[in-house]
């Protein structure tokens, strides 16, 4: 009996020393390897090197356009020995043009383009939000568990100590048998829900394994202590919504739309060209010319295309400004609700902590002692060692929601 309350005195006063794998990996590590190798941040970096290219060559213009071919040959070949022949128009004529653009145009094409490379940069920190809170959440489900397994295994060891010493009582009628039975029961059935959790942290150690872009398989050790952040809220928190990534991106999605319209009405303005061309004449003196050119897009059948074009631009900008708004107000809506579910989550977890679980163990001490002196019953002793693991345990899940819904809350406010 001495055994059973030094053990579950080291249990209630020691902290457990665990061996240290060679392979660590911080929350911090993780979090940090997750927005560098993950291959949809990758794969935003080369979208937005892809756009920027393009917008580098937005003002350039089209290449000069070179023409050769022959004029005014007479079906009569003989025409073309006649040097002085006024009939003999015959010529291989040169010409160049260049098409000239206008400045404003090309200026407005290339702040367009610009723009969207924007709008990949705010979806790029938008998709390392989601990755971080769903590295975090695997993070923490995966402490949890080795939390809730080194419990386990404490009360598999506390519980293997009282069935000896039960069954040693036996021997002298001091123990009854089907209580003794009920004991190797919740024995097996620790040893499954340790099953169980090997199960979670294996599924949780592949989750973060991917998210690193590393073998499925590597083991690696985490963090051993991880604390709520205990956040001070209030309702001016839901203001910081605006900010977020998702909410910017479409900001500078509107933006865009508003400098794809500009595109749109400069396209009403001419553009310019230039045409030199020499003619080497057979019978006669050769010939140049040349001409400029403009373009006139503001008769009735062009221009309607573009004005169309912006009247459509300008409903699709003001679809988005009412999705801006929804988009807000949700987000504004599930910061409240993580909000109100950690204050009550918190409160419940301070109670576990505090109040419930050093009732449940003075029980179990109390029990002990009893079940020492012979005035005790191994079955109130056997539910009292229950009664505490089960509380532990849900002291756990709480801490885990407590952990999640901080997730949540960053992911809301999209904290780093």
């Known amino acids: 009996m001495k055994k059973i309350i030094t053990a579950i005195g080291l249990v209630f006063i020691l902290h457990p020393i665990q061996a240290q794998d060679t392979s660590y990996v911080s929350l911090e590590k993780l979090l940090q390897q997750v927005e560098t190798n993950y291959p949809s941040i990758i794969r935003y970096q080369y979208s937005i090197q892809s756009i920027q290219a393009k917008a580098d060559g937005a003002k350039a213009w089209m290449p000069p356009t070179f023409s050769t071919g022959i004029m005014r040959f007479p079906y009569d070949f003989s025409m073309l020995k006649e040097k002085n022949d006024p009939m003999n128009q015959a010529g291989i004529a040169f010409s160049v043009e260049q098409m000239i653009p206008n400045p404003s145009k090309l200026n407005a094409k290339k702040s367009y383009i610009s723009s969207l490379a924007e709008i990949e940069k705010s979806k790029s920190e938008w998709t390392k939000n989601e990755l971080r809170r769903e590295a975090k959440i695997l993070y923490y489900n995966r402490y949890v568990a080795e939390k809730k397994q080194r419990i386990l295994k404490e009360s598999e060891e506390i519980l293997q100590l009282l069935i000896t010493t039960s069954e040693e009582k036996f021997t002298n009628n001091q123990s009854q048998l089907q209580t003794i039975y009920k004991a190797k029961a919740r024995l097996a059935e620790l040893k499954n829900m340790l099953v169980m959790l090997n199960s979670v942290i294996a599924e949780n150690n592949i989750g973060l394994n991917t998210l690193m872009v590393r073998d499925a398989n590597t083991s690696f050790q985490i963090d051993t202590l991880i604390t709520p952040s205990n956040y001070l809220f209030s309702i001016v928190d839901t203001a910081s919504v605006s900010n977020r990534s998702d909410i910017t991106a479409l900001d500078k999605y509107i933006q865009s739309m508003k400098l794809e319209q500009k595109v749109m009405k400069t396209s009403v303005r001419p553009d310019f060209g230039i045409r030199a061309e020499h003619a080497q004449m057979f019978g006669m003196p050769s010939q140049w010319s040349i001409m400029g050119m403009i373009t006139i897009p503001i008769v009735p059948w062009s221009s309607k295309m573009y004005s169309s074009e912006v009247k459509s631009i300008g409903f699709q900008i003001q679809s988005m400004e ?54 005790g019953d191994f079955f109130v002793l056997l539910d009292a060692w229950e009664m505490l693991l089960m509380k532990k345990m849900e002291a756990y899940d709480k801490l885990f929601n407590i952990l999640k819904l901080e997730a949540e809350y960053e992911y809301e406010r999209e904290i780093k």
Not at 328 to 343: D, F, R, W, Y
């Open 322 to 375: 009412q999705e801006k708004q929804i988009m807000q107000l949700m987000a504004s809506k599930m910061l409240a609700e993580k909000t109100a579910m950690l204050n009550y989550e918190n409160e419940q977890y301070q109670s576990y902590t505090k109040n419930i679980i050093p009732a449940y163990e003075n029980n179990l001490q109390a029990n002990l002692l009893a079940y020492k002196q012979n005035t």
